[in-house]
């Protein structure tokens, strides 16, 4: 009894690992930038994998989307990929732990299930290594840039 509420633990923990790095995908604020000067020049940058926009002090935002795939930077490009496919890991994984958990119904013998259940480890850990490769060069790139004296950007 004691393993059944482990693996209903872990794959709870699993789905909210999931859920979080599924809802990371759109959030707007992978990179902010702020310009403050006199109310009137306020200005806030951010952006995240998929558009850029622009906040002025009076609230209103204008957002661009990126205008092709092939003109990119190749680390958005790498982060969206890695991204993407982090979800669709988490995914299948989660299906194969559902499958796998002998609590279910579904699966067939218990030989199968422990073997569905060692295959949707290992596609959860895949999907977490997605994840925190995504993340890592995103953050990398944006600290790189920062604490660079060279660069002319906004910072």
């Known amino acids: ?4 509420a ?3 633990v872990a ?13 990371t995908l759109p959030t707007d604020y992978w990179k902010v930038s702020t310009i403050d000067g006199t109310v009137i020049t ?14 002025d002090s009076t609230g209103v935002a204008n957002c661009k989307d ?6 990119l ?7 969206r990929g890695l ?7 988490g995914f299948f994984g989660s299906i194969f732990a559902l499958f796998g958990m002998k609590c279910t119904k579904v699966g067939g013998s218990d030989k199968a299930k422990a073997k569905l259940a060692c295959l949707a480890g290992i596609v959860f850990i895949l999907s977490g290594l997605c994840s925190m490769t995504g993340c890592s060069l995103y953050a990398n790139k944006i600290t790189t840039e920062f604490f660079d004296p060279l660069f002319v950007e906004q910072k």
């Open 83 to 89: 991204m993407i496919a982090a979800v669709s890991l």
């Open 1 to 4: 009894m004691a393993s059944t």
């Open 42 to 55: 306020t200005a806030t940058y951010f952006a995240n994998l998929w558009k850029m926009c622009v906040t």
């Open 11 to 23: 794959f709870t923990v699993s789905i909210s690992g999931w859920v979080l790095v599924s809802s």
């Open 6 to 8: 482990l693996e209903i």
């Open 66 to 71: 990126f205008p092709s795939m092939l003109a």
């Open 73 to 79: 930077e190749g680390y958005i490009q790498a982060c």
